[in-house]
DNA sequence: TATTAAATCTAGTAATTTAGTAGACATATA
DNA sequence: TATATGTCTACTAAATTACTAGATTTAATA
């Protein structure tokens, strides 16, 4: 499962992609328009910003950006930086592998390889789908939900 | 990530599955052989039992085997069985379906498809993958591994 | 029938992770 | 100087995970 952090980072990201042109946004506007517990929100940006995927700044007029372009920042960048490891288990992590605390012997794991399979599959879709994609994507899922049914017939 | 328990019954299980034809195993020896806590892998065979894919007999000669045949015991089956839906997001699961807390507008949620997207390829995978196959596969491995390089040239 | 070897049941516990909260502090603008 | 912002430190409560201990039930066998 997805943390609620990890959700929440996704959409404070994907609001602040919207609002790209808009300047600075304050995170109590974030917070708001996202229904995220402020403080809890104020902690995740910092970590984003740690992390180089925000840029902030302080005091009267001060709020936060993207530091970088959406459509290079993947889904699966903000998930590891904050859930940690996509892979089922850590025997079948690129980026954070470890051996099974229980493992005798990787090459002949049977559940290694399927598990290996699902990291790979999710991989592949949360590494090639970028902020910028989401972004499109939620404009035509608007448009689609504004088309009532009945004229779409 | 899996939880350790759903690896044990998943260990435990495909030990059962290659002990097919020894009649009972007990607790003690599935424990050793595939190094899981005794007492812990109780707790899960009963569960296991109790969603019908394990048969016991109690009292001395007494033991475990499989409830059904390995090819009709699917990986998805059992891990939603002891984690729960595979889904990132519960507003995407097929069998744990919930509104996600925070969601305004499902309809228009672009985490949604995405995540979606992470269940569809998880499941399809896990959905199609059973005891048998992995047990095919296990052989393979283990050939493979007994093989040094050398010879193979 | 007593002993033994097995599963099962009840009832915990310790450590970790998750999802936050409170409040003081630093900084920039007007 | 007042005010509106982000930042830092330090908590906390609840849930989840990964177990453990010990008594009990059941069936075979000596």
């Given at each position: 499962m997805l943390s609620k952090k990890a959700k929440y980072a996704l959409k404070a990201l994907l609001y602040l992609t919207r609002q790209q042109n808009a300047g600075l946004v304050i995170i109590s506007d974030i917070a708001e328009k996202e229904r995220i517990p402020r403080k809890f929100l104020e902690a995740i940006l910092v970590d984003l910003k740690t992390n180089g995927i925000l840029h902030s700044v302080r005091g009267k007029k001060g709020g936060y950006s993207l530091a970088k372009d959406p459509a290079e920042i993947s889904v699966g960048n903000i998930i590891r930086m904050i859930?940690?490891?996509?892979?089922?288990?850590?025997?079948?992590?690129?980026?954070?592998y470890r051996k099974c605390?229980?493992?005798?012997?990787e090459a002949t794991c049977e559940i290694r390889i399927v598990m290996k399979k699902v990291r790979d599959a999710t991989a592949a879709i949360l590494d090639t789908t970028f902020l910028s994609d989401l972004e499109a994507l939620k404009a035509i899922l608007q448009e689609e939900s504004d088309q009532p049914i009945d004229f779409q017939i």
């Open positions: 859930d940690g490891p996509l892979a089922p288990i850590p025997c079948v992590s690129h980026q954070y605390d229980e493992c005798m012997d």
